[in-house]
């Protein structure tokens, strides 16, 4: 009997063991066989999530960030122990004493999977394996992906520390509102740091990972708050809080951004504007779009702030008073259904959807408003973000008499004279405050509508290139075409400088005589005959008087003398344009360009002739603060040296290429002085500081600019319709681009100062007369005196005249201002008339001024 029994419990210890061992060599053959082709969990000792790219102002704040996912990373050692504590005590409260994977975990999820017949399938997953499935692994839920997560979870067990585990999985986990990683969800959910969190919310964002749809802070409150509480719990049972902490962080309300309880994070965002956008498209160019909108890149900006508010008032200010002295209302075009318009709640969250513009600041700012009745003279209005009134809000009848409106067939309507003339139940419009003057107190609500003008305006530093502010049209929001960097515009008469500098470089003078007469020129295209803004003619007058008047047969008989291969040369070294066609009509600036090209230009004017590129962006940091870019690349010789005199300070040591003789450059601004103190721009720019600059106005006025400078900055303005049109017979470019420069610059002035121009050493001053470029004496007094820099050791020539090859008819008399109109002689020796009524035609591409 006692051997059978023996034999019978031989038996099963042998069935249990050989059981065994085929358990263990079928689990083995199974870790083995997916095993073999896991991906390698090394790689996630270097890995670099996706982070947010970060613009910087020049004062160090955050004015725009971009990214395909959002996520800020933090190193471990920077995360609080009360975030860890949290996610450790909702995921994983074994986390530190586990190998990868936690059996007993598994085990109670399969135990309840079978007992609910497959309908409580939940995981078991530890905090290392969820960041195997995160990093190497899919998402879905079967049996070959778990058995891979656990082989995974047990190999980087054994590669990286705790701490680096638990690093890449608070930084790669999703948790809801686009926010990746708990840093960047303190932020979305709080507007706080890590640091800055209290248990209950380091608990809130703890509750997420399971599924952040299904705990939603709006919709799913409730469910929320009590998984927020079980976290909490846990906490308290694991440790990390005490009893006390426990029972004052379960029984704290559950705020967060999106209930209201906190502002937003990007409301302390300025909104989007072009300066931003334009750095987007720039690193998205050179580093790669994918590159910039996940490498976690810090940029400083060259942006001054302060600068760039004023440079958009600048510009919408013109933009607007240019659009109302037309008199045509537009609105917005938008409107809303009457039906929506029955209750507050109703027309404010149809408002809410309408897509208009909402980052105007002209004045006050601009509101989008609704019409919600229209009364005998005036219309009542509901406004976004703003209370109503115990009476509302009502657009008077006085408010709306600037203006007609089109009718259906095109034609303009009567001027409005009540609101009901003008305005439509539902219609969609702009509002701003109207104050008063002198102590900002309101007066009423006033229309505004977007001008269809547009236009563009960019500043920058002419001695490093520093951009300080950009305007790329009326509304970023309306529009996101960037005018200043995108658009291509004729410059018009503001290309002239360049002529002028290429003469002067080939030996010609500020006195030097070229002959202001008629002319004619065979193109594929017709005869060309250029004229002045004044229909007039001059005869011979020197070069200064030429670009201070802006006188287009002067240039284009200059630029024909000189050569116009040598005028394109010029113009592409300073990088007005990749290449210029050499036709002479491209000598009045018929070539398109861009005002970021031109500001850029004349900086070089400005700084004596060095070259300078211009650039929106000081620096940029990789996301370990290693920098990448930096645009200031002079050398700092004795910056490291502990030895410098109290009284000295370091060495800068310039290493710019010279693109213009410095003589050339001060005869330049010397002569664009003139431009601003009696020429085309003396009516509209008058600065304490001395000032160059040069209008351009083209053909029929459908683009109009102004570029100038001081002796630190550098700012250009262009105006016109995106589909060129004519602005009018009395638009011009120091009528309407003047004012901006002027309105920009003053303030300027203001924060930068400015001075006299650097006359350079090889300066030799003379008198001369600058009606007739006649030498006068040393003490020579007088409106016509300018004293007129020569280049030292070469004598002048006075008297010598140039036509450019086009020869002047025996009969040309002189048309002085206000003469009559007189039939001559051309130097094709064909008749015509000249005088104040004279039209001589032109091409399309020419006869700018």
């Known amino acids: 009997m006692t051997r059978f029994i023996l034999s019978f419990f031989g038996a099963i210890f042998s069935l249990v063991t050989l059981g065994l061992m085929m358990t263990a060599i079928t689990i083995g053959a199974v870790f083995w066989m997916y095993g073999r082709d896991l991906p390698s969990h090394e790689r996630l000792a270097q890995y670099t999530p996706p982070t947010i790219s970060r613009i910087y102002s020049v004062e160090g704040k955050i004015i725009d960030e971009f990214a395909q996912e959002r996520r800020l990373f933090t190193p471990a050692k920077e995360i609080p122990d009360l975030v860890k504590q949290a996610f450790i005590s909702a995921e994983d409260k074994n986390f530190y004493i586990h190998d990868g994977y936690d059996l007993r ?12 017949r497959g309908q409580d399938v939940r995981g078991a997953s530890t905090i290392t394996q969820q960041v195997m499935k995160n990093f190497l692994l899919g998402g879905d839920r079967r049996a070959e992906r778990k058995i891979k997560e656990i082989i995974l979870a047990s190999r980087v067990e054994s590669a990286l520390s705790k701490e680096k585990i638990l690093e890449l999985y608070l930084n790669e986990i999703f948790l809801g509102q686009n926010s990746y990683g708990v840093t960047a969800a ?48 846990e906490m308290n049972e694991n440790g990390y809080i005490d009893d006390a902490t426990y029972a004052a962080e379960r029984d704290a309300p559950l705020r967060s951004v999106q209930n209201g309880d906190f502002e937003p994070f990007q409301k302390s965002l300025p909104p989007r504007d072009y300066f931003t956008d334009e750095i987007r498209r720039q690193l998205s160019r050179d580093r790669g779009e994918e590159d910039f909108f996940s490498g976690g890149y810090s940029v400083r900006a060259t942006l001054d702030p302060e600068m760039q508010v004023v440079a958009a008032e600048a510009l919408r200010r013109a933009l607007e008073q240019y659009d109302r002295s037309l008199g045509v209302w537009r609105g917005t075009g938008k409107s809303i259904p009457e039906d929506q318009l029955g209750s507050e709640e109703a027309w404010r969250a149809a408002l809410a959807s309408v897509d208009v513009a909402r980052d105007i600041d002209l004045e006050n700012p601009w509101y989008p408003a609704v019409v919600l009745e229209v009364g005998a003279n005036e219309a009542r209005i509901g406004i976004e973000g703003v209370e109503n009134d115990e009476d509302g ?23 409005a004279q009540v609101a009901d003339d003008l305005l439509d139940v539902g219609e969609v419009v702009h509002v701003r405050r109207m104050t008063a003057d002198a102590d900002g107190s309101f007066i009423r609500w006033t229309l505004r509508q977007v001008p269809e003008v547009e236009g563009g305006f960019m500043a920058m530093d002419v ?91 002067m ?31 491209n000598a009045l600036g018929s070539q398109e360009t861009t005002i970021f090209q031109m500001v850029a230009a004349y900086a070089m004017f400005a700084n004596g002739g060095e070259r300078v590129e211009p650039t929106l962006v000081d620096r940029v940091q990789d996301r370990y603060g290693n920098t990448v870019y930096r645009h200031d690349k002079r050398d700092c010789v004795n910056c490291g040296d502990p030895g410098i005199a109290p009284d000295s300070s370091p060495r800068i040591v310039s290493n710019r290429e010279r693109v213009m003789d410095p003589v050339t450059a001060y005869q330049l601004t010397s002569m664009m002085e003139g431009v601003v103190q009696r020429g085309t721009a003396s009516g509209t720019v008058n600065l304490p500081v001395p000032t160059a600059g040069k209008t351009g106005t083209t053909n029929d006025a459908k683009d109009v600019w102004f570029v100038g400078f001081t002796s630190n900055i550098v700012a250009g303005c262009y105006i016109g319709y995106d589909q060129p049109r004519s602005l009018g017979s009395g638009a011009s470019g120091g009528g309407l681009c003047g004012p901006v420069f002027q309105r920009f610059m003053s303030e300027a002035v203001k924060k930068y100062g400015g001075g006299k121009f650097k006359v350079p050493t090889a300066c030799q001053f003379i008198n001369i007369d600058r ?75 020419g006869g700018l001024y």
């Open 186 to 233: 303190a932020q979305t959910y709080f507007n706080k740091t890590l640091s800055q969190l209290a248990p209950h919310e380091a608990a809130f964002l703890a509750s997420l990972p399971k599924a952040p749809s299904d705990y939603h802070p709006v919709r799913e409150k409730e469910r929320l708050m009590a998984r927020r509480n079980f976290v909490l719990r």
């Open 105 to 116: 975990g598994i085990a109670a999820a399969a135990f309840d999977a079978v007992r609910s």
């Open 555 to 585: 240039t284009v008989r200059l630029a024909q003398e000189v050569g116009i291969d040598v005028v394109g040369r010029y113009a592409e070294k300073f990088g007005v344009y990749d290449r210029m066609s050499p036709v002479l009509a």
């Open 393 to 415: 809000h009502w657009i008077p009848a006085n408010d709306v008499q600037w203006a007609r409106k089109r009718n259906s067939d095109g034609r303009l309507g009567p001027r």
């Open 771 to 845: 009606f007739t470029g006649a030498r006068l004496s040393d003490g020579a007094s007088g409106a016509n005196v300018v004293a007129e820099c020569f280049r030292e050791g070469e004598e002048p020539i006075f008297g010598i005249q140039f036509d450019g090859g086009f020869a002047m008819g025996g009969n040309f008399d002189v048309i002085q201002p206000g003469g009559q109109a007189r039939e001559v002689t051309t130097s094709t020796g064909r008749k015509a008339v000249v005088g104040p009524k004279a039209n001589f035609g032109t091409l399309s591409s």
């Open 463 to 553: 001695n490093t290139g520093r951009v300080l502010a950009m305007q790329g049209g009326f509304s970023y929001q309306h529009s996101v075409f960037n005018r200043a960097t995108q658009a291509k515009r004729q410059p018009g008469s503001s290309f002239k400088p360049f002529v002028y500098a290429a003469a002067l470089d080939s030996g010609y003078s500020p006195a030097t005589i070229v002959v202001d007469a008629p002319i004619e020129i065979d193109t594929p295209q017709g005869v060309w005959r250029p004229k002045n803004a004044s229909n007039q003619f001059y005869g011979p007058t020197p070069l200064r008087t030429g670009i201070e008047r802006s006188r287009n047969l």
